[in-house]
């Protein structure tokens, strides 16, 4: 059992959003084995050529190793009537951390915070180890600490299928906080300013990709 999420970019044909989208997001249940939770998300960021989809649909599923790329490609030809353009990126989980009274089996509350950060460590065996140990030993208790953070996952990227978009690092974290949150705060910023923080990032082969999210109806 290897649990992990399936990101899906998403832009419509048409302006409505996620309402032209209904029901095709209601077969994706039908059609993906062991999907757990499906959160609809809208950019709150800048959309641009590196960042170019204003919908994601964050998909959490039991197991990754079960979804076969031939159903990726069904859900991606019943849309073609609907979608310009998507991506799908299939990561599998390599941590989990989230607040004791926070319920992760339902969808998130609407307008939740989602910060998105993809990274690319150089691929050497003691420079992926300090990446790793970095995440655990001090950027994820920095982050927990952020007034309003909720959940924290960790993932590796499997593989990508789609139009090739927007682009996916080896390693995504997605950090979920409430609407009222310290982003930004004293808090996060000790997160980011670290010495070891600064340590990592020399140590990355190319940017970071970072997207920011609302939870959206």
């Known amino acids: 059992m290897a649990p992990g999420c399936i990101v ?9 959003g996620f309402a032209s989208l209904q029901s095709w997001l209601a077969t994706i249940p039908e059609t993906i084995p ?16 590196s960042r170019p989809y204003r919908l994601e649909s964050l998909i959490q599923v039991e197991n990754i190793d079960t979804i ?31 607040k004791p009274d926070f319920d992760t089996t339902r969808t998130p509350p609407l307008n939740m915070q989602l910060v998105q950060v993809g990274m690319a460590p150089r691929n050497e ?24 953070w909720q959940v924290g996952n960790r993932y590796e990227l499997l593989r990508s299928i789609g139009d090739g978009a927007e682009p996916a690092k080896p390693f995504l974290a997605a950090h979920l906080y409430d ?17 070891y923080t600064k340590k990592i990032q020399k140590n990355t082969s190319e940017p970071n990709h970072r997207r920011t999210w609302k939870v959206a109806g």
Not at 8 to 16: C, F, I, M, N, R
Not at 72 to 96: A, E, G, V
Not at 130 to 145: R, S, V
Request: without cysteine.
């Open 34 to 49: 062991g999907v757990q939770v499906m959160t609809k998300l809208e950019a709150t960021d800048t959309v641009d050529a």
């Open 179 to 195: 609407e009222v949150n310290g982003l930004g705060g004293p808090e996060w910023r000790k997160s980011v300013d670290s010495a």
């Open 68 to 98: 076969q790329d031939a159903t990726i490609s069904h859900l991606r030809t019943s849309s073609n009537s609907l979608l310009s353009r998507s991506d799908w990126h299939l990561f599998r989980s390599i941590s989990f951390d989230k």
């Open 125 to 148: 065996p003691e420079i992926i180890a300090d990446y790793h140990n970095w995440y655990k030993i001090e950027h994820m208790p920095f982050l927990a600490q952020v007034p309003g």
């Open 8 to 16: 899906v970019y998403l832009e419509p044909k048409d302006s409505t």
